[in-house]
């Protein structure tokens, strides 16, 4: 009797150690993060002041409208490259629209030409099986051409936003005491969560990217699940040329140069396989933050430009390790709703294969 006490307290450290561990292991970025923000704060106080922390709300949002969408799509086994250049055509299109037509229809006709490329794009691969890193790294280029072709690489759209509208884009018209960034950032992020974890459409992306051929054999119509995810990709790539339109006031065509690859190191560090048909989107809000708080910190702390890129370049190398663990690991994939497999779509729903 008296030698189960001990037995039955080395069982109790042992677990409590395995959930440690265990908790460390999910939860390791935002334990990175919570650390690496008191260090910085006990180095730069001035982190934490309300001026700095809009800045993070703001540029957190001004690429969370592409990085959350982006998610969706690797999650189906996808990727697109494109979206840097489809951004800045699309905010191209708005300020040469809204001169003609008016602000608003500039809004409307920039938004379409990311869901229209999103749309060809998601045609390409989902429904003639071509591979998606060519088509879009061709997108990248094409798209980037035709920007600074219909701009004759000058910067345009001067004068066009509405001085209200750009106050708010800038943080200087706040809405309950908030940078308007803030709903923003908070209405992508549930919009995708929902999509991803508790939608029919998030179930089948995650078991596309999982495995096609089970996808198929379930009867989920792959393609049509990569062609919707592409266009919400584009989607995001609209909004993220909108929102960089509307802060600046202008447009040229070199805007949004490495958004593709920004976006991308903060899907794969949040914990979304490459591979597809694993992750969680709270790990990717986690990893945005993380990355936006890094590299405003070094902004504050004045350090130089090439220590800024080697950084970036660091954690595109981390987010890679993270992947390659993943799916190392990845024999019990992520769904929705772990241990919950989807089941056959009814014959009504446009997910079926045909």
């Known amino acids: 009797m008296n030698g189960s006490i001990p037995d039955s307290a080395t069982h109790g450290v042992i677990a409590w150690r395995a959930r440690a561990l265990n908790f460390l292991v999910s939860n390791g970025l935002l334990v990175a993060l919570v650390a690496f923000v008191l260090a910085v704060t006990f180095?730069?106080?001035?982190?934490?002041?309300?001026?700095?922390?809009?800045?993070?709300?703001?540029?957190?949002?001004?690429?969370?409208?592409?990085?959350?969408?982006?998610?969706?799509?690797?999650?189906?086994?996808?990727?697109?490259?494109?979206?840097g250049s489809v951004a800045a055509l699309s905010a191209i299109v708005m300020a040469k629209a809204a001169v003609a037509f008016g602000f608003p229809s500039g809004i409307a006709l920039g938004l379409g030409v990311g869901v229209a490329i999103g749309a060809l794009n998601g045609a390409l691969v989902g429904y003639l099986k071509l591979n998606a890193v060519m088509v879009t790294l061709g997108g990248l280029v094409l798209w980037k051409g035709v920007a600074l072709l219909v701009t004759d690489a000058q910067t345009i759209g001067a004068g066009v936003v509405p001085e209200a509208l750009m106050d708010l884009g800038i943080g200087l018209q706040p809405v309950l005491y908030l940078p308007v960034h803030f709903y923003i950032l908070i209405a992508v992020y549930l919009s995708c969560w929902a999509l991803a974890h508790k939608h029919a459409l998030g179930e089948r992306l995650f078991a596309v990217g999982g495995d096609e051929r089970a996808a198929y054999l379930v009867g989920i119509n792959v393609g049509f699940v990569k062609f919707i995810a592409h266009v919400i990709t584009g989607l995001g790539a609209s909004l993220a040329g909108l929102m960089m339109f509307v802060r600046s006031g202008a447009v040229h065509a070199t805007d949004g140069n490495g958004l593709e690859f920004d976006a991308l190191t903060i899907v794969l560090l949040g914990g979304i396989s490459f591979q597809g048909g694993v992750g969680r989107m709270r790990?990717?809000?986690?990893?945005?933050?993380?990355?936006?708080?890094?590299?405003?910190?070094?902004?504050?702390?004045?350090?130089?430009?090439?220590?800024?890129?080697?950084?970036?370049?660091?954690?595109?190398?981390?987010?890679?390790?993270?992947?390659?663990?993943?799916?190392?690991?990845?024999?019990?994939?992520?769904?929705?709703?772990?241990?919950?497999?989807?089941?056959?779509?009814?014959?009504?729903?446009?997910?079926?294969?045909?």
């Open 43 to 83: 180095v730069k106080p001035a982190m934490l002041r309300w001026s700095s922390l809009e800045g993070i709300i703001r540029y957190s949002a001004d690429i969370a409208v592409v990085v959350f969408p982006l998610a969706l799509l690797v999650i189906a086994g996808s990727i697109d490259l494109s979206i």
């Open 283 to 354: 790990g990717v809000i986690v990893a945005l933050f993380f990355m936006i708080f890094l590299r405003h910190s070094l902004v504050l702390m004045n350090t130089p430009l090439y220590f800024q890129h080697m950084a970036s370049g660091i954690l595109i190398v981390v987010a890679l390790y993270v992947d390659s663990v993943l799916t190392r690991s990845a024999d019990g994939r992520f769904t929705p709703n772990p241990g919950v497999i989807p089941s056959p779509p009814g014959p009504s729903s446009g997910f079926v294969a045909r």
